[in-house]
């Protein structure tokens, strides 16, 4: 134990060393700096590829589990935290302390020397690399590249997640940070009614928020896909949503040559230090898919948000380039100990003997508004739930109306021969 904290100490210093080494770079590890939110004087503007892109704006609820040094259970995360964009500076020697806790051997397997990957890049990569599965828990302790919250090292900074601060309950995600103008919030747009919001290049959208109701405002989301932060600081010139385009127009890693890697089997393209992903979660297409938030923010009235039921993992690197909720984490640590939140209402109905904790193999019942049927139970399976949901009720069908009809005909008919006979 003694070895493993003097050697994480070590690690920390040489971390932020190295990272003061890097062009543009910022504090990487070490001490705590204080967080300074960037000034954005121009839109869009490109964020901080090593830094601070925002600063968080309260403190975390306590942790349940353990993280290198600065995420302990029962503790928390202090406001004013780093909130930095979606790339790490590369991992080297200097990190084989970390490296092998996530039980990867030999740690060269890890080594980065150039950095400029996201987190998901590195996760899905690493997972493969190292045979281990990232994340997963260990008795209390958070076996990861981020802790449960999102964050890493001496020198806090979150790189994606903010799950412990979403409350689960209420519609919009509650604010957990800024960055240059604009609010940043957790994922949902609506955690009642299960939507996620359609986000442009830098992270961003326009809509009412819980510290602006009324109002319009562009604003940030976390999100489970690259670049999980921010990309950019938005909106765009005109004020609008920011395209890939636009955003690719920023960064010098998006008009450099992409990289290819194989590994698992597979080669992979790559930009590194762009973070501009179009719809199919690639930052290297050479004719980008562009994202769906510019055409739904052109329909009359703007579609602002989409079911979270139908949102799957775009990365072209796997699933394990996007994010996890801790419940699928815990679900894949231990399945049979796994739970599902299944207390959320579905559209048109409501929770029903449904709670937030539905053991997996087990189910439960949401009920409709009256003229909606439900589609069955909800379930639960190591972690993961299938909601029931709520349609409308089928009117009688023309072909049902219809032989309704030819037998009532045919009654009339076989009365009419009857008679005559
Ligand atoms: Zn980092
Ligand atoms: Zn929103």
């Not at 689960?168 to 960055?179: F, L, N, Q, R």
Request: hydrophobic share 35%; net charge negative.
């Amino acid at each position: 134990m003694r070895r493993d904290a003097l050697a994480l100490v070590a690690t920390c210093a040489t971390l932020f060393v190295g990272a003061r080494a890097q062009p543009g770079g910022g504090p990487g590890g070490g001490g705590a700096s204080a967080c300074a939110n960037p000034t954005q004087t121009s839109n869009p503007q490109l964020a901080n590829l090593r830094g601070d892109v925002g600063c968080t704006t309260s403190a975390s609820p306590a942790l349940t589990y353990s993280h290198e040094t600065s995420e302990t259970v029962g503790g928390t995360i202090a406001t004013n935290a780093h909130i930095y964009g979606p790339f790490d500076a590369g991992f080297s020697s200097s990190q084989d302390g970390l490296i092998s806790n996530w039980g990867c051997a030999p740690t060269s397997l890890a080594y980065d020397a150039l950095g400029g990957l996201d987190l998901g890049y590195e996760h899905a990569k690493l997972a493969v690399v190292c045979g281990v599965t990232l994340p997963r828990i260990s008795g209390t302790e958070w076996k990861d590249l981020l802790g449960q919250c999102g964050g890493h090292t001496g020198n806090y900074h979150f790189h994606w997640g903010f799950e412990c601060f979403e409350t689960k309950a209420g519609t919009h995600s509650p604010k957990v940070g800024v960055a240059g103008n604009w609010n940043v919030y957790g994922k949902y747009e609506n955690y009642t009614g299960q939507t996620y919001p359609y986000l442009d290049a830098c992270g961003g959208h326009f809509g009412v928020t819980p510290d602006s109701p009324s109002t319009s405002v562009y604003h940030y989301h976390i999100q489970m896909q690259a670049p999980f932060t921010i990309g950019c600081h938005g909106p765009n010139a005109a004020g609008g949503l920011v395209t890939v385009a636009q955003c690719k127009a920023l960064y010098s890693g998006c008009s450099a040559s992409a990289i290819t890697e194989t590994w698992g089997g597979s080669t992979y393209s790559y930009k590194r230090d762009c973070p501009c992903f179009d719809a199919n979660g690639q930052n290297y297409a050479a004719s980008p898919v562009e994202l769906p938030a510019i055409a739904q923010a052109a329909l009359s009235p703007p579609v602002t948000s989409f079911p979270v039921s139908s949102w799957s993992c775009p990365s072209p690197y796997g699933v394990n380039a996007c994010t996890k909720t801790v419940a699928q984490v815990i679900a894949a640590s231990n399945p049979s100990a796994a739970t599902c939140d299944a207390s959320a209402a579905p559209a048109n109905g409501g929770a029903g003997d449904c709670t937030n904790s539905l053991t997996s193999g087990a189910t439960c019942q949401p009920t409709c508004n009256t003229g909606y049927t439900v589609s069955g139970a909800t379930s639960c399976t190591s972690g993961t739930l299938a909601a029931a949901t709520c349609s409308v009720s089928p009117a009688p069908t023309p072909s049902s109306a219809r032989s309704t009809a030819l037998a009532a005909f045919g009654v009339l008919f076989a009365a009419s021969v009857a008679l005559t006979a």
